[in-house]
T-cell receptor
Framework: ELKVEQNPLFLSMQEGKNYTIYCNYS?????LYWYRQDPGKSLESLFV?????AVKQEGRLMASLDTKARLSTLHITAAVHDLSATYFC????????????FGTGTSLTVIP | DSGVTQTPKHLITATGQRVTLRCSPR?????VYWYQQSLDQGLQFLIQ???????AKGNILERFSAQQFPDLHSELNLSSLELGDSALYFC????????????FGQGTRLTVV
């Protein structure tokens, strides 16, 4: 079964700092999604990455995909408190049907 | 508001019972996905429908079933409920079944007592 591992699971950082969340997966896929979830809330789509080398940026967040390394990153620049949430990556596998696998999530706390 | 509507928001029921969760996708979306989120299992994909037909199956138990109706709303039926079925169940929808962005509903929190 495909494994999707996020690192770190918990992240506490000060405002203004930079950090990267990593998402490793164990099978071939060229479709990866990043979501944000606030406590008790639904998942909000952040990025859709559909090809090797894809890079997308929105505000202080930037996501990239390296399908050869089976790795996606979510980079946070100059963190602010409003970014505190849990971030999930999700891998979409289409070569053996149509399956979606979520990572374990990274709980981010930005300290003022 | 994502445009995906799930009802009910909260559900408390006893072990052995059966419940139905309902999802209305965003206007224009033909694909519906169901997910289960629990503390021990994380976020798990259950099943996907596209225009009324099942397109993909994940870790869905045999006690669970789903369908998508002609008006594109979907229902997830959970039967012979166990304590371990307590979780947040999300529905998501997208325009097509493959590579487009999926929008999530607010979820139904199921508590089995």
């Amino acid at each position: 079964e495909l494994k999707v591992e996020q690192n770190p699971l918990f992240l506490s950082m000060q405002e203004g700092k930079n950090y990267t969340i990593y998402c490793n997966y164990s099978t071939t896929s060229d479709r990866l999604y990043w979501y944000r979830q606030d406590p008790g809330k639904s998942l909000e789509s952040l990025f859709v990455l559909l090809s090797n080398g894809a890079v997308k940026q929105e505000g202080r967040l930037m996501a990239s995909l390296d399908t050869k390394a089976r790795l996606s990153t979510l980079h946070i620049t100059a963190a602010v408190h409003d970014l505190s949430a849990t971030y999930f990556c999700a891998v979409h596998v289409t070569n053996t049907g149509n399956q979606f696998y979520f990572g374990t999530g990274t709980s981010l706390t930005v300290i003022p | 508001d994502s445009g995906v509507t799930q009802t009910p928001k909260h559900l408390i029921t006893a072990t052995g019972q059966r419940v139905t969760l309902r999802c209305s996708p965003r206007s224009g979306d033909l694909s519906v996905y169901w997910y289960q989120q629990s503390l021990d299992q994380g976020l798990q994909f259950l099943i996907q429908y596209y225009n009324g037909e099942e397109r993909a199956k994940g870790n869905i138990l045999e006690r669970f079933s789903a369908q998508q109706f002609p008006d594109l709303h979907s229902e997830l039926n959970l039967s012979s409920l166990e304590l371990g079925d307590s979780a947040l169940y999300f529905c998501a929808s997208s325009v097509s079944p493959k590579n487009t962005e999926a929008f999530f509903g607010q979820g139904t929190r199921l508590t089995v007592v």
